[in-house]
């Protein structure tokens, strides 16, 4: 291209016109001939009618005339003397070469193929390297965008799940109201500040570094959360009891405090409100019954309770068992006070159903100091003016999530709104899920959250096992079963057919109470609470939807630092989010998990790493579901719907 462009410029026409003619021809003609091609890119043809056309002009025009007919078809380029030169060695070399080629031998040929066929392979090779890098690296990038689109698609998915948890809690939130009497919300009338005691710490616990505090919860495994916690005592003596009481304790084979007394007990006695929880069985009844009494006697010594006054204290409980076993604990630290005469009489007092009032006549007369009540029942003697709460200023929910939970508020509000005065309130429970908590501490006074384990954790003295056991098969495995361990045993069956009707229970009770009996078969209903001495064996026929009452059914169990076996039977016909429920239990409590259950699998696992679940069901503190399916929940809203609220609780 450069040569026609060369060719093109009129002054190197000129030239070369000029020295074609001083020029030897053949020597010329021979360059020009090898420059044609070369220079030329438009093909031989082209060339060749060049070279015609120039012989032609060379013979019949003068040199002078160029210019009026400097025409393409007939225009030579002119080829530099240099680069003829360099053409002509050019072919010169080639013929040589071609010569040189004839001259090798077969076996060099042979050798040459055989290099160039290595050189191919090799770039074959290499070709292929790189486009199985090319490939891999594809590979890699789709694999990641893979992976980005899945965490992505989990990410909304657990959106998704937080959002329908959320809004449900949302939605209990708007149903629940405060935990205050109508009146009260009706006013606005808020309190700010706890109740005033009279009750103060020993001065050399008083003046102990907050460090050493914090030290000795440590080492009991308490949580506290809350403002100016009062300090853990240690020692029963330290408490400022009663020695009647400390005595009466000390035949109890009550020594030390548990975890929940060691905090509790000093935080009821400064009158602060609480919410108290703790294993079953780790002894949470006297963690508020002595307070109780204290601030009965604390009232009574300033001014003797008469005919129509009181109760001072009240303490609510879900069943009628539970109230009774509550009352009679009252009633033996009452007596043990009034032994020596040197204190007051403390009155406790039983309201619920199948007390008459004849039977509550006494202690009506003299005034009661302590009411131990079912909400039922004690509604109804409140509306008959039996009883009144003007003076009441302890109020304690036993098993309260049980009390509080959806359909038992309205009756508790109302007991509320017989209430003249700001009171301490406290709420205990094994079992109390979060979303309790969270309730009840707003309608609680700058309370104190006690916490001795995780709510609605087994108790660790519980040896628990779990068997697979087919629904024909179960009485046959039961009988075997009762040979684990000697007696007394507990049979836990939700099938009404298989346990004593309502009215044998009380008889059932007491029998198994005082060791007349060696097994009691219970419906899950009427465990929550209760205390029989030193159960050895639990054994749960049909494991319950809600594991909080397997919770507190196993309770029954391992109670008071004792170690016992709780044996489950399941089988198909139970649900598998409550296998789910089961294993996370079973797995927090460090106890063995059958192979059946092991294979169950969480399909909520996947947000296990992200905090999605493991955390407990804020609604029944089950650990392998959520809200969204909970089964509590759906329990909750299918009695609602039924119009059966109160149904499965003993007490009404
Ligand atoms: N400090 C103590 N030392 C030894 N035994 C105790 C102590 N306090 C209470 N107990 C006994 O422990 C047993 C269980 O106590 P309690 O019934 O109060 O447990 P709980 O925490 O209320 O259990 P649950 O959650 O099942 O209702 C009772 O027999 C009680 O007398």
New binding site residues.
Partial sequence: MSSVNEGNSPNRARGYKRRRDSASPSYFDQLNGQAGPSTLQNGNSKTNSIKESDNKRHDTEPSDAWDSRDDDDNYTPYVPLSKRRANLLSSIHQKSTVKSVKLKTAAEEEAEKEAQKKAEEEAEEVRREKARKERTLLQEAQEVKKRQAEQAALKSERDIEAEKEAEILAQLERQQRKLASDAELAKGVQYTESLQTTWRPPHYIRSRLEAENVAIREQNHILVEGDAIPPPITHFADMKIPAPILKYLKI???????P??IQGIPTAFAGRDMIGI?????????AFTLPAVMAALEMEARLPFQKGEGPVALMLCPSRELARQTYEGCVAICDALKEKGEYPEIRPMLCMGGVSLSEMGDVLNKGVHLAIATPGRLMDLLEKRKLNLENCKYLCFD?ADRMIDMGFEEDVRTIMSFFKHQRQTLL???TMPRKIQDFAQSSLIDPILVNVGRAGAANLDVIQEVEYVKQEAKMVYLLECLQKTPPPVIIFSDNKNEVDAQEERDYAIKSFKSGKKDVMVASGVGS????FNEVQHVIIYTMPKEIEDYV?QI??TG???KTGIATTFVNSGVQEQTLLDLKYLLMEAKQRVPEFLNAIEDPMAKYQDQGGVGKACPICGGLGHSVTNCPKLAETQRRQVAGHSREGAGGY
């Fill in positions: 109890k084979g009550i020594n030390d405090p548990t929940i007394q703790a294993f079953t069985g780790s002894g949470k009844t006297l098993e205990f429970s094994a929550k609470g209760l205390d507190h309770g029954r109670r008071s630092g």
